[in-house]
């Protein structure tokens, strides 16, 4: 150990070094008798094994593991899901991860104790709160240096960004206060009386709102941004600490980790509407410091993930039914939780044509579009919306339609680059033709057998599937005009289909076929699965 980071090891760090040893043998006698979309991917740190999970959304699985620094704490993603940005407590550095690769490629220096990480809506900037220094350390993502250090309270341990990227907010947990920094300036410019040891904050989509769970307190400070005052303290479980916010506003989840319980927040009257359990949340630290980020919610705002840290799972609430639906493995001890953050159209109609260019993450969520929707690049998530003109997908990216969407025109999604996402759509009424031609990623169209996630779609016109080089699946959708599918080099497959015309398979390298219905139907679709 060099001379720098003897001198730098907080009291903070040392706690939790101690408090693992004992976590371990108590961790390991609990769990002694325990025996389909374009996915976002999910960042997981795992205090204990000093490395950060990465988790498919998709099939909630581990897809990668990569090693950081010494207890990884925070993270958050860059706006384009690029980047992760990991706070590394003991050894007082960030780790950047290139999402590409999933490996570190910049490992760099800030203050003591590094806890939460936000960055901003423009991707330019990631502030980071440093816990044994009471600062806060300004990291330009172009560069990866710190450009600034900003003195805030006493134990800041959560930041979180507005949407406008005006302004951080920063939980200090020892004066119970929240330190209101303008980003333009790097200045502190208000200081926040909230509950008792605030450590987790979120900020609402339209920014209007900052929800602090104030860990001692059980309570939830909830702050208006333009007077920064509290205007509701809300009673939720014990020992509250992550809190997060669907993307379209209505609700925010908030962690009480001694109670092992999820709250759900209805913003509209600050109440809490549901409380779920989720099992193994409770872990052995001492109060004030005990770090957010332990809960995320996807993009699309389906699924929140919450960290069971001491069952070193990921839990999984669906946001429809506030029910656990899933546990996935992960390392040891995890604690921050972080998805790439999704702008676009929540639960509100918008005039006019929308593009979706590389490196955005744009979601159409419960809305209407009164014209036509473009993707370029970048990620497209649609669900139960309105698109009343076209909607066109070409080349990069990756895009899920999901159930209950109507397409007003026609559908059409070509040259995707070759990757190993699997784009879909499912349970859509496209009132003109759909053609999928020409993609090196796997489009799902509807499945076989039918599944609830990913139901059949209804096609006024008629649907085409051609000379893709990646696998297709047309599976339990109903066509008022023809089935075309052709001149595909990858695995296609057509099940259960219902065709008011005619169905016609020809010239593909791979092709399973059944249960299809049609006026009348030729070529390969008439053959045995070959």
């Not at 999910?42 to 581990?62: E, H, R």
């Not at 207890?71 to 590409?100: E, K, R, W």
């Not at 816990?131 to 300004?138: G, K, M, P, R």
Request: aromatic letters at 4%.
């Amino acid at each position: 150990m060099t001379a720098k980071s003897a001198t730098r090891l907080s009291p903070w760090a040392r706690l939790l070094k101690s408090t693992l040893w004992m976590a371990t043998v108590l961790v390991a006698v609990a769990l002694s008798g325990v025996h389909a979309m374009a996915a976002p991917f999910g960042y997981v740190t795992n205090l204990g094994s000093n490395t950060v999970s990465v988790i498919d959304a998709a099939t909630n699985t581990v897809v990668a593991t990569i090693p950081v620094g010494n207890l990884p704490v925070g993270v958050a993603v860059s706006p384009g899901g690029t980047q992760a940005y990991v706070t590394n407590a003991s050894d007082n550095t960030v780790s950047v991860i290139a999402a590409a690769s999933n490996t570190v490629v910049a490992t760099i220096p800030v203050g003591n104790s590094p806890a939460g990480v936000a960055i901003t809506p423009n991707g330019a900037n990631a502030y980071v709160t440093n816990s044994a220094d009471n600062t806060v350390s300004v990291i330009a993502t172009a560069s990866n240096t710190v450009v600034a250090t900003i003195p805030v309270g006493n134990t800041p341990n959560g930041v979180a960004i507005s949407p406008n990227g005006a302004n951080a907010y920063v939980t200090n947990g020892s004066d119970n206060t929240v330190s209101v920094i303008a980003t333009a300036s790097n200045t502190v410019v208000a200081t926040i009386a909230v509950g008792n040891t605030p450590v987790g904050v979120a900020v609402t989509p339209n920014g209007a709102n900052a929800y602090v769970a104030n860990l001692e307190g059980a309570t939830v400070s909830v702050i208006a941004t333009a007077s920064n005052t509290v205007t509701a303290t809300i009673p939720v479980g014990n020992c509250p600490a992550g809190v997060a916010i669907t993307p379209n506003g209505a609700n925010a989840y908030v962690v009480n980790y001694c109670d092992s319980t999820v709250s759900v927040i209805a913003t509209a009257s600050n109440t809490v509407t549901a409380t779920t359990p989720v099992g193994g949340i409770f872990f052995p630290f001492v109060a004030p410091f005990f770090l957010p980020g332990d809960i995320a919610i996807t993009p699309d705002g389906t699924g929140t993930y919450v960290a069971a840290t001491a069952s070193s799972a990921v839990s999984v609430i669906a946001t429809a039914s506030n029910t656990a639906v899933a546990t996935i493995p992960v390392g040891a001890f995890p604690l921050g939780v972080a998805f790439p953050p999704c702008t676009g159209i929540f639960s509100a109609t918008f005039h006019g044509n929308v593009t979706v260019s590389a490196g955005q993450n744009f979601c159409i969520v419960n809305a209407v579009v009164t014209g036509n929707v473009t993707q370029n690049g970048g990620t497209l998530t649609v669900i139960n919306s309105n698109i009343t003109g076209n909607l066109q997908i070409n080349g990069g990216g990756t895009f899920t339609i999901s159930p209950g969407t109507s397409i007003g025109g026609d559908v059409q999604v070509q040259n995707l680059h070759a990757g190993t996402a699997q784009n879909q759509i499912c349970g859509t009424s496209v009132h003109g033709n759909l053609q999928v031609q020409g993609n090196g990623t796997a489009v799902l169209i509807g499945s076989d057998p039918p599944q609830s996630s990913c139901p059949g779609n209804t096609v006024g016109n008629d649907l085409q599937v051609q000379n893709n080089t990646a696998a297709t699946s047309i599976d339990g959708n109903t066509v008022n005009g023809n089935l075309t599918d052709q001149n595909n080099t990858a695995p296609t497959q057509v099940f259960n289909n219902t065709v008011g015309n005619n169905l016609q398979c020809q010239n593909n390298t791979s092709i399973t076929v059944g249960g299809n219905t049609a006026k009348s139907t030729q070529g390969q679709c008439v053959s045995s699965p070959i």
